[in-house]
């Protein structure tokens, strides 16, 4: 006979998750018409999630090993596992990951109807007792130019895909996600549009946005057109499932071997910020005009998030000169 089992319990958080992820989706959409769904969106954060609740479910089963379902896992078991990675000295970008996932995890089991409406909050927010916000240390530090052209040059003859996908972000400040979905029908002249009816391009957040490409790049941009033109689905890039991976690895080896600190794929969309703010000041815009004319070409709403993560307040050449 066989007996009718939920499975593991890390299974069991799993398949929770899996009720509310709607892939391929746009959060920016569901942000407009879905607010009151909780929803998961993104292949990559279902895989991250998924694999944080794994490790709370091994947690769990170390500490509580006689609870075996889903729907007996109570906060105090979620307080205890995010203490234990701040004892263990975690990064705080990756306990607040943590946190999110299980908050999240939450929304899935009350939606799913695994949790009762009346129980508590299974990671309550800091204003009900629970953890703080944790967020990973911002680092402005983009590469130099000789060194991105460094890093590019020592790649292409290995890997001329991967160096061709690294120059496009260097010239045009695309997330390596956005560069390896970019589609011959998202360029027009010097415009990249990305995200105008669907999330076809993975922007974050499923954001809709435009990067207007210096008219000296135009010819360059119409190469990676025509480029896109000759394959079936309008990509740039034939092996995108893939490449985002490769890439990184690859620009890891090649700073080993060239002796540059590592600043990984997102070094080069800094390098692109830091042109673009040092070329909107050259054009006579203020400090906080370049900004925010930053802000929109990398496709954020703030200029906290430049100053914070893109742009070392050393470059920021206004307020150089009013210190002077």
């Known amino acids: 006979m066989i007996k009718n089992r939920k499975g593991s319990l890390g299974y069991q958080m799993m398949k929770a998750l899996q009720s509310i992820f709607r892939p391929g989706a746009s959060r920016h959409i569901a942000k407009q018409y879905q607010r009151e769904t909780d929803l998961i969106t993104s292949i990559n954060t279902m895989r991250c999630m998924t694999a944080d609740v794994h490790q709370f479910a091994r947690f769990v089963r170390d500490r509580w ?145 435009v990067i207007q490409v210096q008219a000296a790049r135009q010819e360059y941009l119409k190469q990676l057109q025509h480029l896109g033109e000759s394959n079936p689905t309008g990509h740039i890039f034939k092996d995108r499932l893939t490449l985002p991976d490769r890439a990184r690895q690859r620009v890891r080896q090649a700073c080993q071997e060239l002796g540059i600190p590592i600043r990984g794929t997102h070094g080069f969309r800094k390098h692109f910020a830091n042109q673009e703010y040092t070329r909107q000041i050259k054009s006579g815009a203020s400090d906080r005009e370049a900004l925010l004319e930053t802000s929109h070409q990398l496709g954020h709403n703030r200029i906290n998030v430049t100053i914070q993560s893109y742009i070392p307040i050393q470059n920021r050449v206004r307020i150089k000169q009013r210190k002077k």
């Open 65 to 209: 090993p006689e609870t075996r379902d889903l729907a007996d896992v109570q906060p105090e078991m979620a307080l205890a596992y995010i203490a234990d990675l701040e004892e263990r000295g975690l990064s705080g970008g990756s306990i607040g990951r943590a946190c999110a996932s299980l908050r999240k995890l939450d929304a899935a089991c009350r939606q799913s109807g695994v949790f009762a409406p009346s129980m508590p909050a299974l990671l309550p927010h800091q204003e009900q007792g629970g953890p703080g916000g944790y967020h990973s240390t911002a680092k402005p530090v983009p590469y130099t130019a000789e060194q991105a052209q460094a890093i590019i040059e020592h790649i292409t003859p290995i890997d001329p895909v991967v160096g061709c996908l690294l120059s496009l972000m260097d010239r045009t400040g695309l997330r390596i996600q956005e560069a390896c979905y970019l589609r011959a029908q998202d360029i027009d002249g010097c415009d990249i549009q990305l995200n105008q009816h669907d999330n076809a391009n993975r922007t974050k957040g499923g954001r809709p946005r």
